[in-house]
């Protein structure tokens, strides 16, 4: 009796999981209450919320102040280790900016000019002077090769200047710096409710989107973004509780933001993970999505949902993916970092758009489904043509993996899995494999390792395209019901 009772209990907590994951998604389409004005209001200071990973890797913070008058005042602090705890240099980059018109390629966003006045460079240790001085003299051009002479003994807290724009000098090259993700803006706001039991209402948060970093160091001298990378918050009004917040913007060039300690945690793929906003790819992708890993066989299955909105609200197509993954291995190159491979073997597809109809029928025949069989709504498995050319989507395929695992303020577990290269091909090689991490996705159920695959038990029903049954949810009496059979068995 106690087994059955036991299994009905897990039948209804299988069916409670499912919704939980579907209600956040179904939150992101509402938007969450997001508002973003145009043309966006920079004065004030903003900063990072959070050790930041950027492609090489590169782990740093950031706080950015803009006035009234269109300066702007900078700060970027670089550190040796991932949990931004030990520094190794901080540039202060002064500039200006302007503002201009609404973005014609990233829809929501603002395009925006700037122009840099100078640029200063502090080191924390003899070891970081030396190693930057190093790559200046070597790489940079005329007018850099003796930036620091060799030997040269490290000062605690002198500034560098790397560039100047009134002496027309820019040693910055060999840093791999550039701002322009300045010249594509966004401002969110939004309210969180108070979180402390005896407290009612919400607060205000105000979120900074910058443009993306190339993955590729090579070209981010000269790219322009098309994306965001991890957005900053108000220093004024953020999330709560926030730690890094107060600590990134009381902190200057001569005394970087040491963040609290956090322990590492290993890596539990096993249950759902959704997106906590709507998320933003370059050349202009707008997309949430819903993974769910079984550990007891390795398999996972994923939810791709794209937009034509920056706020998600407008549909046009869903990937639905699956396959196996292999263990995973600490990462040699980015430090707190899991190395993985990733088998996609099964994948379907549903165009939620007219736009996207046209489109998939008009395929060459065989390259994706059914050709001229394409209506909104309706889902086509394109295994059976490996893929689908038009969405460049290619089956079976492998994918050489980063992930990562933490726990932000609230003790929700995060999911970080490696950013796509920027030129939208596939990290289908391992020296293609990702050094940095897209937007974090968020625990919405855990999984029991030995009823991981539970979830498919709740599908019956309708033909899809190819005469297959598809995907539909059973109710939740249902399953109850089933429950009570097994107990009556008993």
């Keep these: 009796m106690v087994r059955c009772w036991w299994l009905a209990g897990l039948l209804v907590a299988c069916a409670a999981a499912e919704p939980r994951c579907r209600q956040q998604l179904r939150h992101l389409q509402d938007s969450a209450g997001i508002a973003a004005r145009l043309p966006p209001r920079l004065e004030g200071r903003w900063v990072s919320t959070g050790c930041e990973v950027r492609p090489g890797p590169e782990f740093l ?20 280790d991932p949990s931004c705890r030990d520094p190794s240099y901080s540039l202060v980059i002064k500039g200006k900016l302007r503002l201009r018109q609404a973005s014609w390629i990233t829809r929501g966003a603002t395009e925006a000019d700037y122009h840099l006045h100078k640029v200063g460079i502090v080191f924390h240790s003899q070891k970081a002077m030396r190693e930057v001085a190093s790559r200046i003299n070597q790489t940079s051009g005329e007018g850099c090769s003796g930036f620091l002479p060799p030997g ?28 322009h993700e300045l010249s594509l803006v966004r401002v969110e706001r939004h309210y969180q409710p108070l979180l402390q039991p005896q407290q009612s209402g919400s607060q205000l948060v105000e979120e900074l989107y910058l443009g993306d970093i190339h993955t590729d160091w090579q070209e981010r001298l000269h790219y322009r973004p098309t994306g965001y990378q991890r957005p900053m918050q108000s220093a004024l009004h953020h999330v709560h509780p926030c730690p890094a917040c107060g600590i ?21 793929l096993s249950g759902s993970w959704v997106s906590t906003h709507c998320e933003v790819r370059p050349a202009v992708l707008f997309l949430t999505r819903y993974f769910t890993f079984h550990g007891n066989n390795h398999s996972w299955e994923g939810h791709y949902y794209h937009y034509s909105d920056p ?10 993916a699956s396959g196996h993954y292999t263990q995973g291995i600490p990462s040699s190159k980015v430090r707190g970092g899991t190395e993985m491979a990733f088998k996609v073997t099964q994948a379907r597809v549903t165009p939620m758009d007219q736009v996207t109809v046209v489109m998939l029928n008009s395929s060459e025949p065989g390259s994706c489904g059914l050709a001229g069989s394409w209506s909104a709504g309706v889902e086509q498995d394109i295994t059976p043509t490996n893929g689908c050319l038009a969405l460049g989507i290619k089956l079976p395929h492998t994918e050489y993996e980063l ?9 929700r577990r995060l999911l970080y899995i490696g950013e796509r ?33 539970y979830i498919s038990l709740k599908y ?3 033909k899809d395209a190819n005469g297959n049954e598809a995907l ?3 109710p939740v009496a249902f399953l109850l019901f089933i429950a009570l059979l097994f107990l009556r068995w008993d």
């Design 61 to 80: 913070t950031r706080s950015y102040l803009f006035y009234a008058n269109r300066l702007f005042k900078a700060l970027q602090f670089y550190y040796w």
């Design 152 to 179: 040269r003994s490290w000062a605690p807290g002198a500034l560098y200047e790397v560039l100047s724009a009134k002496t027309e000098r820019d040693c910055t090259a060999a840093l791999g710096f550039a701002m």
């Design 248 to 268: 990134i913007s009381r902190a200057d060039e001569h005394h970087p933001p040491i963040l609290p300690a956090r322990a590492a945690l290993p890596m539990q």
């Design 311 to 320: 706020l998600c609200r407008q549909p046009t197509f869903t990937i639905y």
């Design 403 to 411: 992930f990562k695992t933490e726990q932000d303020t609230q003790e």
């Design 421 to 453: 290269p920027t030129d939208g091909s596939s990290p289908d090689s391992p020296d293609k494999r990702p050094t940095s991490y897209q937007a974090p996705l968020i625990q919405c159920a855990a999984a029991s390792p030995e009823f991981s695959n």
């Design 460 to 462: 019956v029903g309708r």
């Design 472 to 474: 539909k949810p059973l």
